[in-house]
């Protein structure tokens, strides 16, 4: 791990840290790593957000992405023929409106240990890397059962977590927001089941269904009385539960302090739960991949607007996922369609995908009272598991970073990155700064760069 | 026996999201595909970093003497179902169900998941409305109330109200409260009743309960054991027999005897474990064991186009599953027989679309009623694997796959490791584009690719015995016009056909030991260690001397030294 940096640590982070075998490498004596700095830039109404959007199983392949691949004959629909601003191809077509920057040529470039065995499978390797910046963690990596974890938190609840994102004086009602479109799943543990993590074996399940997410956000505001009912319950499990940590192992203690962590999140809303902006309607739940997906962006789009959260992961399809799009006439999961060498199968439904994000990003198109739009203030990574599908290449890994983030963020770039310098990460490292988080650095395990995409940032 | 039996969805909520069974053919490559095709005898592919049987090496586990030794402990959070029987145990029927964030299982079994899953904000979030869904329902209810209460409470300070905080508190936290908690839930309610009224004060206390971590994770203090081993205290036991063979919380039976000091040595625990197996709560736990160990929740998502399967309709995969479920009860509650049957039995159950896609005649099925059915010797079907459910979870939506129906055989069943494939493999089958072949010549053809023979040689020989039976399990002679070639074998064996291969498989001995590895990791929630081996050989003697009734099964796990004693300051 990097040791340049200079981020402060949670408690659960150290408490992880600790659990790991003393993993984390501080540069910095404890205590005063653990005292958050003040946030210095917020202005109220112009604080950017931080997404996720991903899909899975890749993109079409053609001979960029090597191998056999190489020889199959397929035209490249994804990467732009010049660098900066590009005209879109058949595949970015649809994300033009949105001015959305990408970058090509990106690729995972972290050690793969040889023991346990299988950890190079571009399926685990390379939505690691997409997601956290790191290698799958080898202590409990079974190939076999498909059964992996990460050694830390995605991107998105790094961000979460970051002390110059959220005022650590004053937190939003939700620190991120978990949201899932597509219901097929490769497995029902594991990645395959989510894609945000805190940690170690520690995911945020995503929640499903829009009506759900709706009454999370926006359900019943409560009268001064049950909101104090409803904290001295909590208060009483709390201090129930304060003698527990000490019964526990590491792993465990973790898992209850996670735990305790949330209920007094939850206590939190309790005490300040004035909904300062106009309730959306219920939404009427949908299996249409893109309704859906549009249901969900309002209600993510309204969350922001009305500071309920400034982070969020989106994931359309699951990792490998067998979602079966026959609306685009595939007879088959979209997993094996991949694999079976359809190539003009999983154009159609990369393109489909592109249309989905697409719809996603209009629901932020919102114009606010300044004048820009929801989009300009944040900054929605994209990305998938591998480069693309049928052989599990995880060259070419794909990137795309929308939005403004107030001004910080350039628009409509393409970025071609390569050779010695095409650690993924850069995209990561691109999206700290253009949040204006400080970072020098992202990456571990051999991904560890310094380099933001060129033409990116502003 | 009645001949008739009425169709009803399992017990419990149907899971949001069961894996689909549209596993592709080569995400089955994607977990094995190098090395030679010699199997270890005892390796179950699944395993922690912590055991040398992590599926690193495809050579034969040295029969070397092994010292015993327990596992870890494990601490689990209450599974979904649990939760529920706990509400019922305390509340009784007709509650609210809020939805609960749902349970994951890595390596099939939720409990390995409650062990080591954290909970989300969301889920924590779900706790809480559920606890205020359900407190409110009861104590809106002046009848309920009372008699949960058992009595009427003038004021906070009635002395009844200490009297069913400690009375209640323990069939909650399923252990004696302190003096100190009891104190402490009085005094939330004393502060609720304040703002509030003595019934919302008793409400809030209840419900406060229910999202305790007491309550909601299984922890572990332990005692001395034997030979510097750790054991579990005579509560830990209770909660541990009651969540393994009930899947529900301890009776109040169990905490009078933990309130003893019992359940501390084998003779005392085959007591309670003996009664146990006979209440009806064993035998609703029974299927949720076996819908997990045979991976029945997959068939929840399985699509198949009408045109191509005109048979198969939204609700057949789950009429598939009920005759799994008809098939497993069958065996080891009305017959008591041997559950090796369950994969070498001519009994189907079948309503009239099963019957129909079976070709059987079956009087009395309904869409909603099932009706035993004996499959004569020229339907070719015997056993687990040639019934709807095996056949259609292991299939894609196009073609069968005799990969993913070898694999499930080899894992599942056998507990034998498929290797994982070398990190930059060619997984590519021809499309089927190109000249037309059977799927049969494909998958030996890529056979001949040296990187990917070492599984297939291992998963597809056994899959293709049940190339008689297309991708929701009906019957075929022909497939694209080509005579149907279901000749395949196991681990050097062959054999003709699926019906030839039955009897063989039910009375393989790994058949036997997989599935008491299988259940000794749903009882204990996490994959065995090393030094465990020698106590699942003992459970597979024990079973094998009860002549493979899963009863006395359950009995002997749940009375093994690796289900009572730990090992101390281990974690998984």
Redesign the interface.
């Known amino acids: 791990m990097s040791t340049f940096k200079r981020r402060p640590l949670s408690r659960r982070t150290f408490l992880r840290g600790a659990a790991a075998g003393g993993a984390i490498a501080m540069g910095l004596p404890l205590l005063e790593a653990m005292l958050s700095p003040k946030h210095a830039n917020a202005q109220a109404g112009q604080l950017p957000f931080f997404g996720v959007f991903y899909w899975a199983n890749g993109l079409p392949w053609t001979d960029k992405h090597g ?2 691949q190489a020889t199959a004959g397929h035209p490249d629909h994804w990467t732009p023929a010049e660098d900066g601003t590009y005209t879109p191809t058949p595949l970015l077509e649809p994300l033009a409106p949105f001015g959305v920057n990408v970058a090509t040529g990106l690729r995972p470039v972290t050690e ?1 240990p040889a ?7 571009g ?1 685990m390797r390379g939505f690691m890397v997409a997601l956290t910046g790191d290698r799958p963690r ?10 992996l974890t990460s050694r830390r938190e995605s991107i998105d609840q790094y961000i979460a977590n970051h002390p110059r994102f959220y005022d650590p004086a004053a937190p939003p009602r ?2 991120s927001i ?1 949201v899932g479109v597509s ?8 990645h ?2 989510a894609i945000s993590y ?1 940690g170690p ?5 995503p ?2 269904k829009p009506s ?1 997410l709706y009454d ?1 956000l926006f359900g019943v505001s409560l009268g001064v ?1 049950e909101n ?3 904290k ?6 709390l ?3 304060a003698d ?1 940590e000490k ?6 203690r ?3 302090e ?3 962590d ?2 007094r ?2 206590e939190r809303r309790f005490e300040a739960s004035t909904m300062t902006c106009a309730q959306p309607d219920r939404p009427v739940n949908s299996d249409d991949l893109t309704e859906k997906t549009r249901l969900m962006g309002q209600l993510l789009a309204t969350a922001i607007n009305c500071g309920l959260t400034r982070v969020f992961s989106f994931m359309l399809t699951s990792p ?1 996922s ?1 979602h ?1 799009f ?1 609306n685009l006439g595939v ?3 979209m ?2 369609t ?5 190539w003009q199968r999983v154009y159609d439904i990369t393109r489909y995908q592109m249309q989905a994000f697409a719809t996603f990003l209009e629901t932020f198109q919102t114009t606010l009272p300044d004048g820009e739009t929801l989009l300009d203030k944040g900054v929605i990574l994209g990305l998938s598991e591998y480069g693309e599908g ?4 995880t060259n070419e890994l794909p990137a795309l970073l929308a939005g403004g983030a107030n001004g910080k963020l350039a628009r409509g770039v393409h970025a071609r990155a390569g050779g010695d310098n095409a650690s993924y990460s850069r995209v990561h490292l691109t999206a700290l700064q253009a949040l204006g988080l400080g970072d020098e650095s992202f990456g571990w395990s051999g991904g560890e760069t310094r380099d933001v995409l060129p033409g990116f940032l502003r | 026996m009645p001949n008739t039996l009425h169709f009803k969805p399992p017990r419990g909520k149907r899971r949001r999201s069961g894996a689909l069974l549209i596993l592709s053919f080569l995400a089955a490559l994607a977990s094995g595909c190098q090395g030679d095709v010699t199997l270890p005898e005892n390796n179950a592919g699944a395993n922690t970093a912590s055991s040398s049987n992590n599926g690193t090496s495809t050579t034969p586990v040295k029969e070397e003497a092994i010292e015993p030794a327990p596992g870890p402990a494990v601490v689990m959070r209450l599974t979904e179902a649990q939760y529920r029987n706990a509400m019922e145990d305390l509340f009784g029927t007709g509650l609210p169900s809020v939805a609960l964030e749902p349970d994951t299982n890595p390596y099939l079994f939720f409990s390995i998941g409650a062990a080591t899953t954290s909970v989300t904000s969301h889920g924590v979030e779900q706790y809480l409305d559920s606890a205020l869904a359900i407190t409110a329902r009861v104590f809106d209810d002046p009848t309920r109330r009372e008699q949960l209460l058992g009595c009427a409470p003038e004021s906070i300070e009635d002395p009844c109200v200490q009297v069913f905080i400690t009375r209640f508190g323990q069939r909650v936290f399923r252990r004696p409260l302190s003096q100190e908690q009891i104190t402490r839930w009085h005094d939330l309610g004393k502060e609720i009743a304040a703002i509030s009224d003595v019934n919302t004060a008793l409400e809030s206390i209840v419900g406060a309960m229910l999202q305790s971590p007491r309550f909601l994770y299984r922890r572990i203090e332990g005692t001395q054991g034997p030979q510097g081993n750790r054991q579990y205290t005579s509560y830990e036991m209770a909660e541990r027999l009651a969540f393994f063979l009930w899947n529900a919380p301890p009776d109040q039976v169990l905490l009078d005897a933990a309130a003893n000091g019992e359940l501390q040595d084998r003779a005392s625990i085959l007591t309670h474990a003996q009664r146990m197996v006979e209440d009806p709560k064993a035998r609703a736990a029974t299927q949720d064991f076996f819908a997990q160990y045979l991976d029945l929740e997959r068939l929840e998502h399985v699509e198949r186009d009408p045109a191509r399967y005109p048979g198969f309709t939204p609700g057949t995969s789950a009429a598939m599953e009920m005759e799994v479920r008809l098939l497993v009860d069958d065996i080891i509650f009305r017959r008591e027989g041997d559950i090796r049957t369950l994969f070498s039995s001519r009994r189907g159950y079948v309503n009239s679309e099963l019957a129909a896609l079976y070709g059987v005649d079956a009087p009395g099925a309904s869409l909603v009623s099932f009706v035993p059915v004996e499959f004569s010797p020229e339907s070719k079907r015997a056993g687990l694997l040639t019934l709807g459910a095996f056949l259609t979870m292991n299939a894609h939506p196009t073609e069968t796959s005799p990969t993913l129906r070898g694999k499930y055989v080899l894992e599942r069943l056998l507990c034998q490791t498929v290797p994982p494939p070398p990190d930059d493999i060619d997984l590519n089958l021809d499309p089927s584009d190109t000249e037309p072949k059977t799927l049969r010549e494909r998958l030996i053809e890529h056979r001949e690719n040296p990187a990917c023979i070492g599984c297939h040689m291992l998963t597809d020989p056994p899959g293709f015995l049940f190339e008689h039976f297309d991708s929701v399990g009906v019957y075929r002679e022909q497939v694209d016009g080509i005579a149907v070639d279901a000749s395949g074998a196991l681990l050097g064996a062959n054999f003709a056909n699926a019906t030839e291969f039955a009897p063989a498989l039910s009375s393989d001995p790994r058949l036997s030991h997989c599935m008491v590895r299988q259940l000794y990791r749903h009882a204990q929630g996490r994959l065995e260690e090393n030094g465990e081996e020698p106590m699942l050989d003992a459970i597979d003697l024990e079973f094998a001397a009860s002549g493979y009734s899963f009863k006395d099964l359950l009995v002997a796990v749940a009375a093994s030294e690796g289900f009572r004693t730990y090992q101390p300051g281990a974690t998984p």
């Open positions: 191998g056999e793969i023991m346990p065995p299988g950890q190079g499978d399926h080898g202590e409990d990596f079974n190939h076999s059962a498909h059964y939700y620190r978990e219901d097929a799943r490769f497995h029902t543990y594991g395959w089941n805190n074996g520690s995911l945020n399940l929640t499903m759900a999370r009385e104090q009912r409803r001295l319950m909590l208060d009483a499990v201090a129930d539960a527990l019964q526990l192992g590491a792993t465990d973790i898992r209850l996670e735990h305790l949330h209920m999140a939850i490998a067998t079966v026959n007879p088959d999961g997993h094996k991949c694999h079976d060498g359809h049928w052989k599990h290449s």
